[in-house]
């Protein structure tokens, strides 16, 4: 069974960077049939797309945040990884890793999110 | 690349059925016909009900349909329950291999 799960610091200080992990387990990342992608949503706010990693490394970001947003398949081929530049508060969110479904774009599978708050 | 429009809530009672907007442009919602919904209940993961504007993930009640008309697509949930009360979130294709998020409705069972 497919599992995802986050990893990383809680605790980000302002103009740092902001780097999780995620660990996938019962699927893989180098098949290329998935997408596997980053979400966040800051407390009481809605889901934001941050980016995603398909098949040979390609990679895609939310035009907001693409300045500051790095993701990569970790050389285990068993973790691809989130890292966002010069954090803010506003960076404050659960942040979801993710899988999904290419041609139809949607997400199957969730990790179950990791708090990080960004704060001196 | 704007979040698709949502409204911030919707009610209705037991048995009857509530619609749930998702207003998009012609760069997302219009033109790719590529939208999903999820359902998110408090403090838990969001799971798809729709995709692809119409179709069911399997084990998703067929209380639960989506629609399209140009930039807006919509999710029809029918006889509601009141296991049916969560955040209800669209998503879209918006080319490129990027997806953009309404900003949530939460649906509120009487």
């Known amino acids: 069974q497919l599992q995802l799960q986050e990893s990383g610091p809680g605790l980000v200080k302002p103009s740092e960077t902001l780097s999780l992990t995620c660990t996938v387990s019962?699927?893989?990342?180098?098949?290329?049939?998935?997408?596997w992608g980053w979400i966040r949503q800051p407390p009481a706010k809605g889901l934001e797309w941050i980016g995603s990693i398909y098949f040979g490394g390609s990679t895609y970001y939310n035009p907001s945040l693409k300045s500051r947003v790095t993701i990569s398949v970790e050389t285990s081929k068993t973790q691809f990884s989130l890292k966002l530049s010069a954090v803010t508060a506003a960076d404050t969110a659960v942040y979801y890793c993710?899988?999904?479904?290419?041609?139809?774009?949607?997400?199957?599978?969730w990790g179950k999110g990791t708090t990080v708050t960004v704060s001196s | 690349q704007s979040a698709l429009t949502q409204p911030a809530s919707v009610s209705g009672s037991p048995g009857q059925s509530i619609t749930i907007s998702c207003t998009g442009t012609?760069?997302?919602?219009?033109?790719?016909?590529?939208v999903s919904w999820y359902q998110q209940h408090p403090g838990k993961v969001p799971k798809v009900m729709i995709y692809e504007v119409t179709k069911r993930p399997s084990g998703v009640s067929n209380r639960f349909s989506g629609s399209q008309s140009g930039n807006t697509a919509s999710l029809t949930i029918s006889g509601l329950q009141a296991e049916d009360e969560a955040e209800y979130y669209c998503?879209?294709?918006?080319?490129?291999?990027?997806?953009?998020f309404g900003g949530g409705t939460k649906l509120t069972v009487l």
């Open positions: 019962g699927d893989s990342i180098n098949s290329g049939s998935h997408y």
């Open positions: 998503c879209s294709y918006a080319g490129s291999s990027t997806l953009v």
């Open positions: 993710a899988r999904h479904i290419p041609y139809y774009y949607y997400i199957d599978v």
């Open positions: 012609s760069s997302d919602v219009g033109t790719y016909n590529l």
